[in-house]
């Protein structure tokens, strides 16, 4: 079965930053789009960012400028950069391929306080 196993969560202040990485198996990552979604409090999961295995980015129209993914071919891993963060982007936060293919992970916890 194959995992995907994020982190990086964490509580910050309004205004601050947080990179979140999430590993999975090569044989998944190496030929797939790459995805974060994330499910706010009350909320469906919703999609955040993506980027294909040759780096081709794609964001959630309100999330760009703010949020940079990117991804280590080399080592499985795919980023989620988030600066200037508000209190809405509390929620979870899951890595996936883009679209899903994969058993969803755990996903990771942020919270911002104001």
């Known amino acids: 079965q194959v995992q995907l196993v994020e982190s990086g969560g964490a509580l910050v202040q309004a205004g601050g930053s947080l990179r979140l990485s999430c590993t999975t198996a090569?044989?998944?990552?190496?030929?797939?789009?790459m995805g974060w979604y994330r499910r706010a409090p009350g909320k469906q999961r919703g999609f955040v960012a993506s980027?294909?295995?040759?780096?081709?980015?794609n964001y959630a129209g309100s999330l760009k400028g703010r949020f940079t993914i990117s991804r280590d071919n080399a080592n499985n891993t795919v980023y989620l950069q988030m600066n200037s963060l508000k209190p809405e982007d509390t929620a979870v936060y899951y890595c996936?391929?883009?679209?899903?293919?994969?058993?969803w992970g755990q996903g990771t916890q942020v919270t911002v306080s104001s």
């Open positions: 996936n391929t883009n679209p899903t293919t994969i058993d």
């Open positions: 090569r044989s998944i990552f190496s030929i797939n789009a």
């Open positions: 980027i294909t295995p040759g780096g081709i980015t």
